[in-house]
């Protein structure tokens, strides 16, 4: 499968972006989803995740209350929706899929997923 992330720009703090994942080559819609970040000179963070019913959501601390993931299976994209932007969230993002799983089933761990797209700039200017 393949993953073409897209949404990212610049952004005052405030603002809000939605980035977007597309997937091609295969469905996902039985493929637990993530969204992730990193900047250079550190390690991939967790961001966002997804399972592939939907029915199972989970957030970093840090995005909590102001990013929301959700997807379209029959688009086979994946969304972040995020609000109230920080400085400190700029960083290049990245959406990433598993293989298969569970219908209820997701992972903050990198190392879980697959397949990784390449990744979209965030920039949040203060």
């Known amino acids: 499968v393949q993953l073409q992330a897209s949404g990212g720009g610049l952004v005052q703090a405030g603002g809000s972006l939605r980035l977007s994942c597309a997937a091609s080559?295969?469905?996902?819609?039985?493929?637990?989803m993530g969204w992730f970040r990193q900047v250079p000179g550190m390690e991939r963070e967790f961001v966002a995740a997804?399972?592939?019913?939907?029915?199972?959501?989970g957030y970093a601390d840090s995005v909590k209350g102001r990013f929301t993931i959700s997807r379209d299976n029959a688009k086979n994209t994946v969304y972040l929706q995020m609000n109230s932007l920080k400085p400190e969230d700029t960083a290049v993002y990245y959406c990433?899929?598993?293989?298969?799983?569970?219908?209820?089933?997701?992972?903050?761990?990198?190392?879980?997923?697959?397949?990784w797209g390449l990744g979209t700039q965030v920039t949040v200017s203060s």
């Open positions: 990433a899929a598993v293989d298969d799983s569970a219908a209820m089933w997701y992972s903050n761990n990198p190392r879980a997923y697959d397949y």
């Open positions: 997804i399972s592939w019913s939907g029915g199972s959501l």
């Open positions: 080559g295969r469905t996902i819609s039985r493929s637990a």
